[in-house]
Every structure is written in structure tokens, then in C-alpha cells.
């Protein structure tokens, strides 16, 4: 998520919402460039606001975390 293309867009809650559009399951988020210790914190505060937003629903929670559990079954990596 610190990669310079990410700039292009306004904050990371934006890029967060382009990642939902476009269904994907799993969002990488590096804290190397620009270290902040609180980025977990406030990954979990803007998730929490576009629920309560409506902007995310905790149905389309439910089909990601869905996908990576099919995922991993295929990959033998949970029983």
C-alpha cells in the first residue's frame, strides 16, 4: 500500500474503497517507507467507518474471508 502509485488517489480510506470496488480479498499493507506505528490502528478505524458508513457491508467480509478458506482447502494449508 506505500507504493507510489497509491499517491495518484486522496488518503487511504480512498484506496481502500478502490480495493473493495474492485473485490479484493486481501489487502497488502506495508509500513516500510513511511513507517507509522499506528497503521494497523487506523486500518481497523476506516473499516469500521465504511461499515458504518455503508460504503462496505459485513456480507462482503463474509464472501472475502469465504474465498481465502476455499483458497487455502485447495492449498492443503487448513484440514
Do not use: F, W
Amino acid at each position: 500500500m506505500q507504493m507510489e502509485v497509491i499517491a495518484q488517489y486522496d488518503g487511504y480510506e480512498q484506496v481502500m474503497l478502490l480495493a473493495r470496488e474492485k473485490s479484493m480479498d486481501v489487502l497488502a499493507i506495508a509500513n516500510q517507507l513511511q513507517y507509522d506505528p499506528d497503521l494497523a490502528a487506523k486500518t481497523i478505524a476506516i473499516i469500521k467507518k465504511l461499515l458504518n458508513e455503508g460504503k462496505l457491508t459485513p456480507a462482503r467480509i463474509d464472501e472475502s474471508y469465504a474465498h481465502i478458506v476455499k483458497c487455502k482447502e485447495r492449498l492443503g494449508t487448513i484440514p
